[in-house]
């Protein structure tokens, strides 16, 4: 089975510039997450989907970051302008149904490779 | 606040020794509760997850306990090995509801030297 997919796995960037990385998750995966980690720190989220709607955005920055999933598949998390305090790694994950599944065992997220961005 | 903390937030052992690392929460209601490594540049992985029926998992040489009264969980990890440096991630989750939240704890940052 093939895993979350993200790219790039890297990218550097001078503030005030425009980012967008993109994920593919696992094949059959219903929900979708946006995670922001910087250095030393846990995942935050910024974004969950459920097919391709929201289901929680409450801690994305919406003045500078967006994110779709417009068929409910892939997905792409824009950020526009950067700002220096950006710079972390960006991890998408993906489970088959967090809610309403038959075992809490739905809600296992896995992880992709992640891309660490870098605002200069 | 629901929150998920560990510690310590960093450990050096040599190769061969046994550690426990610690996580405390206060997330309620509680659904499950799940131990990640993440190695340096990768995602995280899930090594164990725990019902609040389950006091004991084990994977390999890492063994999870959870304490659902005193809300704590350990991991161990027995005779170390340099593949086992990394963080682990505690990720405590709420029971399902309209609005349910994954919450991860810091890490910990693990070095093992030979």
Not at chain 2, 48 to 74: C, H, V, W
């Amino acid at each position: 089975e093939a895993g979350v997919a993200q790219s790039p796995r890297y990218k550097i960037i001078e503030k005030r510039q425009s980012v967008a990385f993109w994920c593919n998750p696992i094949s059959g995966h219903a929900t979708l997450y946006w995670y922001q980690q910087i250095l030393g720190q846990g995942p935050k989220l910024l974004i969950q989907f459920q097919n391709n709607g929201v289901v929680d955005d409450s801690q994305l920055p919406k003045d500078r970051f967006s994110a779709e999933r417009l068929k409910g598949v892939d997905s792409t998390l824009k950020i526009q302008p950067a700002k220096l305090e950006d710079s972390a790694v960006y991890l998408c994950a993906s489970s088959l149904n967090p809610r309403g599944g038959a075992s809490w065992t739905y809600n296992e997220q896995f992880f992709g490779p992640g891309t660490r961005l870098t605002v200069l | 606040k629901n929150q998920v903390e560990q510690s310590p937030q960093s450990l050096i052992i040599l190769e061969g020794k046994n550690c426990t690392l610690q996580c405390n929460y206060t997330v309620s209601p509680f659904s499950n509760l799940r131990w990640y490594k993440q190695d340096t540049g990768r995602g995280p992985v899930s090594l164990t997850i725990m019902t609040f029926s389950e006091n004991t998992k084990s994977n390999g040489r890492y063994t999870a306990t959870l304490d659902a009264d005193t809300k704590q969980s350990s991991l161990h990890i027995t005779a170390s090995q340099l593949s086992d440096s990394a963080s682990y991630i505690c990720v405590v989750s709420e029971r399902y509801s309209s609005a349910s939240k994954i919450i991860f704890g810091s890490g910990t940052r693990l070095s093992i030297r030979p």
